[in-house]
């Protein structure tokens, strides 16, 4: 069963099949913990005083619809972070709270994650839930919220929904951590905390045209912001292009998986590639991590991205794969002092056809934790 009591103590990790739909599925298997997870011993505010930042004493009663504390105005969260900033933002939810997910699978994370929606419509919240209509999970978690009371909707057929979002009265939370206990509890997963009131009216109002017609493409115009600029379905293009175009110093990228497919003429992917190339051309060093996937159900992807990179390494970008031990579902890109952080993959589907989402922000923090994040990951990869 999905819906446990909120009381349901955080216990062993059950990793369940979980995916990344532009290439094969890819936050399941047996990887350990993320190589980038740092704790520094203080006490979290979680309520169990381990510094850990997830909270294993139940629901998150203590903080029930009083809204969001104080915070930066965009927060970096990372790998298991996830569950507390994820738990924090429904538990703390007073009038409106939307969930946008790829894919869910059962487990005691995810569990209490859906046990936060359930307690958020009790206490009067209005809540929305859409979930992709491929994943058979998804259908099942369907028809649990809406005996549970809660308005839970599958996407059309007609367009993926890759994005992975979850909105709220103070804040949002975008990035790539979907809701499986492997994704949460031991991928590389990098998300933003976004408080900043421009970002949050943008995203609020992609969510509400999501939520009436999610058949068709919804573009978003990026904002000049350099707090929090938000694009959406096919924005990620030209997003990170001006990033590209602007770096005198350094870019790093992280993806799960890049595909440049030689189907396409004009494919975007191979676009923003020849971009990074022109980078190292002005003096830019170009360094690029993609997951190592040995397993079979990677299989794909991990073919796609030594493909990729054979075109890229010509051009001077510096390409290495993380440790087969972990998988590497994190999205994000550094270009000097901007970032983006986001739900797309490096492939034509996450650049045109699925719905997606992200940031762009210029916020110090983020960009100083990416880079710690980026090089810890680096340190830990080969080509």
Same mark, same amino acid.
């Given at each position: 069963?999905?819906?446990?009591? @909120?009381?349901?103590?955080?216990?062993?990790?059950?990793?369940?099949?979980?995916?990344?739909?532009?290439?094969?599925?890819?936050?399941?298997?047996?990887?350990?913990?993320?190589?980038?997870?740092?704790?520094?011993?203080?006490?979290?505010?979680?309520?169990?005083?381990?510094? =850990?930042?997830? =909270?294993?004493?139940?629901?998150? %009663?203590?903080?029930?619809?009083?809204?969001?504390?104080?915070?930066?105005?965009?927060?970096?969260?990372?790998?298991?972070?996830?569950?507390?900033?994820?738990?924090?933002?429904?538990?703390?939810?007073?009038?409106?709270? $939307?969930?946008?997910?790829?894919?869910?699978?059962?487990?005691?994370?995810?569990? /209490?994650?859906?046990?936060?929606?359930?307690?958020?419509?009790?206490?009067?919240?209005?809540?929305?839930?859409? /979930?992709?209509?491929?994943?058979?999970?998804? %259908?099942?978690?369907? #028809?649990?919220?809406?005996?549970?009371?809660?308005?839970?909707?599958? %996407?059309?057929?007609?367009?993926?929904?890759?994005?992975?979002?979850?909105?709220?009265? $103070?804040?949002?939370?975008?990035?790539?951590?979907?809701?499986?206990?492997?994704?949460?509890?031991?991928?590389?997963?990098?998300?933003?905390?976004?408080?900043?009131?421009?970002?949050?009216?943008?995203?609020?109002?992609?969510?509400?045209?999501?939520?009436?017609?999610?058949?068709?493409?919804?573009?978003?115009?990026?904002?000049?912001? #350099?707090?929090?600029?938000?694009?959406?379905?096919?924005?990620?293009?030209?997003?990170?292009?001006?990033?590209?175009?602007?770096?005198?110093?350094?870019?790093?990228?992280?993806?799960?998986?890049?595909?440049?497919?030689?189907?396409?003429?004009?494919?975007?992917?191979?676009?923003?590639?020849?971009?990074?190339?022109?980078?190292?051309?002005?003096? &830019?060093?170009?360094?690029? &991590? @993609?997951?190592?996937?040995?397993?079979?159900?990677? #299989?794909?992807?991990?073919?796609?991205?030594?493909?990729?990179?054979?075109?890229?390494?010509?051009?001077?970008?510096?390409?290495?794969?993380?440790?087969?031990?972990?998988?590497?579902?994190?999205?994000?890109?550094?270009?000097? $002092?901007?970032?983006?952080?986001?739900?797309?993959?490096?492939?034509?589907?996450?650049?045109?056809?699925?719905?997606?989402?992200?940031?762009?922000?210029?916020?110090?923090?983020?960009?100083?934790?990416?880079?710690?994040?980026?090089?810890?990951?680096?340190? @830990?990869?080969?080509?």
């Amino acid at each position: 069963m999905w819906i446990l009591a @909120a009381t349901l103590a955080f216990g062993a990790v059950v990793v369940a099949l979980s995916g990344c739909a532009d290439f094969a599925r890819d936050d399941q298997g047996d990887a350990g913990p993320g190589t980038t997870t740092t704790t520094d011993g203080q006490d979290d505010g979680d309520g169990d005083g381990d510094g =850990d930042n997830n =909270d294993t004493s139940g629901a998150s %009663d203590s903080t029930s619809g009083r809204g969001l504390p104080d915070g930066p105005t965009v927060e970096l969260v990372t790998n298991e972070g996830y569950f507390d900033r994820a738990r924090l933002l429904m538990g703390t939810a007073t009038s409106r709270l $939307d969930v946008i997910q790829f894919e869910t699978n059962p487990g005691y994370a995810v569990d /209490l994650l859906v046990a936060e929606v359930v307690a958020a419509t009790k206490r009067g919240v209005a809540v929305r839930m859409l /979930l992709d209509d491929e994943i058979e999970d998804n %259908d099942v978690l369907r #028809k649990e919220l809406l005996a549970a009371g809660v308005s839970v909707a599958l %996407d059309s057929s007609k367009r993926r929904t890759h994005a992975k979002i979850i909105y709220a009265d $103070d804040a949002f939370l975008v990035g790539s951590t979907n809701w499986s206990d492997a994704s949460i509890q031991k991928n590389n997963e990098t998300n933003v905390l976004v408080r900043d009131k421009s970002a949050r009216e943008a995203m609020g109002k992609w969510i509400d045209a999501l939520w009436a017609d999610s058949s068709k493409s919804i573009p978003t115009k990026l904002s000049t912001s #350099k707090i929090a600029a938000l694009y959406t379905d096919g924005g990620f293009e030209a997003a990170a292009g001006k990033l590209i175009d602007k770096a005198t110093s350094h870019i790093e990228v992280v993806t799960y998986g890049i595909h440049i497919d030689d189907n396409y003429d004009d494919s975007p992917v191979q676009a923003l590639v020849d971009k990074l190339g022109k980078a190292v051309e002005r003096g &830019v060093e170009v360094r690029f &991590v @993609a997951d190592r996937t040995t397993s079979d159900w990677g #299989k794909m992807t991990w073919e796609f991205s030594q493909a990729s990179a054979k075109k890229m390494t010509p051009l001077g970008i510096k390409v290495r794969y993380d440790p087969a031990s972990v998988v590497t579902h994190a999205k994000f890109l550094v270009a000097d $002092d901007g970032a983006i952080v986001g739900t797309n993959n490096w492939g034509f589907g996450g650049f045109e056809l699925y719905h997606e989402a992200g940031v762009r922000t210029y916020e110090a923090n983020v960009i100083e934790g990416l880079l710690t994040y980026f090089e810890a990951l680096w340190d @830990a990869s080969s080509p």
